[in-house]
């Protein structure tokens, strides 16, 4: 049962949204008998930059899971921004700290980045390739970088984008061997697909998948269909591969980490998920 004194996680998207964030939360909160609840909240664009202010207001209120289309508007709200929201330029979680300011990160790259080392893949020093530098790519290349690669190729046809994710990288990540305008994945230790491409049936690659090689680790965003045209391409030349699913389960133990609820494995997450598969 809810009561005022149940801590409140607000899951903000647009009514068209499908909030599936509460049919993993909540089975897990209540399987280990937290007092916590996450509630969705649809918000029209238009009333976003009012409403949140005083959506922080209430007394137990913890923080918000942010979805599109809010997530870009979340970073001139929030006091603060870690190095992975600035990078990536939109935040998808808001958390109140003691003194009631407002922290703001991104977390679509933490779960890409975990589920690619629980698959015993070391990402330190590594060549990486991310494909599709937008909404998806850009934290997971923020990730990416927090996560000690030496080397990273960026590409989207739209070229600033690049530009500008390369730029932010290099601020926060000097060290950084960085290059855009190519999505050739010879020589790359990682590619990703962080491009819509896949969700269709038809749709072209999103590389040349002839020009990776056998060990190169494979990586998805694409969740429509478990494995895609592409990862089975890659899967046929004995590539190691992640799914975009993955991405989903591994980012929910870094939420519950940022509110302090303490953590939890994939599996256990799957096991009282209410998501229909």
Known sequence: MISGNTTLIAHIGYPTFAFKAPLIYNPWFEKNDIDAVVMPMGVKPDDYREMFPLLFRMSNIRGALVTMPHKVATCALA?????????????????????????????????????????????AGKRVLVVGNGG???????????????????????????????????????????????????????VVN?????????????????????TT?????????????FLAAAQAKGCPIQVGSDMLYEMIPAYLEFF???????????AVSQIKS
Do not use: C, W
């Open 79 to 123: 006091d603060e921004l870690t190095p992975t929201a600035t990078i990536a330029g939109a935040s998808n979680a808001v958390l109140v700290r003691e003194d009631g300011s407002l922290l703001a990160d991104q977390f679509d790259g933490a779960g890409f980045v975990r589920g690619v080392e629980r698959k015993g893949f070391t990402l």
């Open 136 to 190: 998806v790519g850009s934290p997971i290349a923020a990730s990416l970088a927090a996560a000690g690669v030496g080397a990273m190729g960026l590409f989207d046809p739209n070229a600033a984008a690049s530009e500008g994710l390369a730029g932010r990288l290099a601020e926060h990540y000097p060290e950084l061997r960085l290059s855009t305008g190519s999505k050739d994945p010879d020589g790359y230790d990682l």
């Open 194 to 214: 962080a491009t819509p491409l896949g969700m269709k049936d038809g749709d072209p690659l999103p590389m040349d998948v002839d020009r990776i090689a056998p």
């Open 217 to 229: 680790f494979v990586g998805e965003v694409v969740m429509k269909q478990t494995i895609t045209p």
């Open 260 to 270: 302090g609820f303490g953590t939890a494995t994939p599996d256990e997450l799957r």
